[in-house]
């Protein structure tokens, strides 16, 4: 797969979707895994697709202790020697999951602090969601940011103002609110969904990004689609009329683009 040559900061979804989620993100000193939610072999695979390889590696962060985040991050950590960041909390629940990881290879990284890792610094900040303390990320280098925003129920005041006119964003669009309503769920579970503590909607997702993108947005990455309850071709075009309904440039001042469960999105540059 190509990419854009620059030094800037590199962006890919490996995979993202309600069956595992992992995310690329680069510099010129660091490569960065941000979950793990999927096979370490099949980590593998898809970082061989965009010309990268593991054991380049130099660090993994976790968001949430949920299977789809933390699957391969174990094998990960011990098969090529990789630092783990997470947060207490997260740490204190995932362990029991992802097996025995040396000492020196856990570190915290707590909610609402700013880390800087090689010349990339990244914030968290938290989200809605029925994990112990889940957290997500920003990140930023030359004064251009990525931000990640999935696994949320809601979108507070308070995250749209830390994540607001980033260059690049990876936001949940998680069900269709129609297939999920008639889908073959329980009813437990689509509660659960549909909570405050579940996932956004194609639409609550899409007017959420309409309040936080600015003139400096480029780049939109729609994940965590369900694989039951949503469609690549739905939540796209969701998005894309709410977002022109709220007058912005779709397809001009900046793009959408679909991620996938199974194969990358191509480098991008911020």
């Known amino acids: 797969m190509l990419e ?25 000193k660091m490569k960065l895994l941000i979950d793990c939610g999927i096979s370490g072999k099949k980590a593998k695979i898809l970082l061989d697709k965009i010309g990268r390889k593991p054991e380049d590696l130099d660090a993994i962060l976790v968001t949430h202790e ?8 174990g094998v990960m950590a011990r098969r090529y020697q990789l630092p783990i960041y997470a ?28 880390l800087t890792l090689g010349d990339i610094d990244i914030s968290s900040f938290g989200v809605s969601h029925d994990a112990v303390e889940p957290q997500f990320y920003t990140f930023e280098k030359d ?21 607001s006119n980033a260059e690049a964003y990876l936001f949940e669009a998680n ?15 689509k509660q659960r969904i549909l909570g ?6 194609n639409e609550d997702g899409a007017l ?13 990455y729609l994940g965590h689609l369900s694989k039951e309850n949503n469609l690549k071709d739905i939540a796209h075009s969701t998005t894309e009329d709410i977002l ?14 679909d991620t996938d469960p199974e194969e990358p999105n191509a480098l991008y540059t911020l």
Do not use: C
């Open 196 to 201: 405050d503590k579940g996932h956004l909607s």
């Open 244 to 257: 022109l309904r709220k007058n912005k440039a779709v397809g001009y001042d900046f793009f959408v683009e």
């Open 87 to 114: 947060n207490k909390k997260t740490w204190d629940e995932m362990e029991k999951k992802i097996g025995n990881i040396d000492l020196e290879q856990k570190f915290l990284f707590e909610m609402e602090q700013r």
């Open 4 to 28: 854009q040559q620059s030094n800037g900061l590199r962006i890919s979804i490996l995979a993202s979707g309600s069956t595992g989620n992992i995310t690329y993100v680069e510099s010129d």
């Open 143 to 163: 004064s251009k940011r990525f931000v990640m925003l999935t696994d949320t129920g809601y979108v507070s005041d308070r995250m749209r103002g830390l994540v």
């Open 208 to 220: 959420a990004l309409a309040e936080v993108i600015g003139d400096r947005t480029k780049q939109i």
């Open 175 to 189: 069900h269709d609110l129609g297939m999920l309503r008639m889908g073959k769920y329980p009813w437990s579970l």
């Open 66 to 73: 949920h299977g789809d985040h933390i699957k391969g991050v």
